[in-house]
């Protein structure tokens, strides 16, 4: 697959060079696009390469911020009228700008995002300002959680994730996450599943640290709108992985005292990296009734210093008929992956159902 860092192809700056030409006629298109495709181009991972962009850019443009984000704005709005739809990735470095230039500057900075972000999104760029103004800018997010753009209310859950992937974690929200929840709140029934979608994102980095505040909220919010279910059992997948019992019963997962796990075999106690771990066991419902299960499997994972790591994997979630026997059969590979190192040695692999964990059984990496 094609890495990501490579949208930024010698075309994407030819046409963005023309953008910036008509509202900006001084623009040294030829220093440019040089200076971007310089000697260490190539060695520069995507987060880098956006940065480099912006810093390059930068040079050109007028030195006081107001002027440059008035600039880089009317830049924004030329990409668009060229038909250009701006909510695409590779126009994440525009962002930057207020970011690297603009936190002496808090007011230009919070209009500046608003305008921005319904450009391309801004959740990164804000964090640094939430880590300096914290009150400040939890009451904008709060704001922005009224507003009539759907991706300015988008960032005012987006922005303030305590553990946002590829962004600078907000330590003060991990710990205490409360001023987080008026936004969450304005936004639950939000018309849009875009920014539903980020409510429940928001609160599952909230789960990894404070998961009673989840889990209390969930039980407040569950049951009133088909839209807000989703919202709810989307924001507990962590806890549902954790097989944490006080949020399983909420989503109808309940006992598995009436449930065996027999037969279980695993194909070759020694698996090779590259190859795939096969396992196979039947699901004995002997309840008199349905029950609703999330069955999963647990691979206990060999680390470097000989301890093991925990990791649930989904299998389904569904009624097994009473009285019932379910013959179910998984693979697992063991190809390598960027995401993981694999080491030799012990292994183990589980079954768990509605959370609840079945014996565990041995194999070998080798």
Known sequence: MEPLKNIYTQRFFEEFSKSIIEVFPRFNKKQFITTIFDANW???????RMRHITLTLKEQLPKDFSKMIKTILEITNQIEK????????EWMFFPEFIELYGLENYKIAVNAFEKMTQFTSCEFAVRPFIVKYPT??????LQWSNHKNKHVRRLASEGCRPILPWAMALP???KEPKPILPVLENLKNDESEYVRRSVANNLNDIAKNQPEIVIKTAKEWFGKTTATDKLVKHACRTLLKAGNQEIMPLFGFGSVEKIEIDKFKIQGLKISIGNYLTFSFDLKNNAKKDLKLRLEYAVYYQKANGTLSKKVYKISEKNYTKNSVAKIIKKQSFKPISTRKFHFGLHQVAIVVNGVEFDKFDFWLV
Do not use: I, P, V, Y
Not at 82 to 89: A, P
Not at 136 to 141: A, E, I, T
């Open 42 to 48: 190539k060695n520069l991972e995507l987060k880098q």
């Open 82 to 89: 060229n038909g250009t739809n701006g909510q695409s990735f």
């Open 136 to 141: 400040k800018m939890m009451q904008q997010h």
């Open 172 to 174: 003060a929200l991990k």
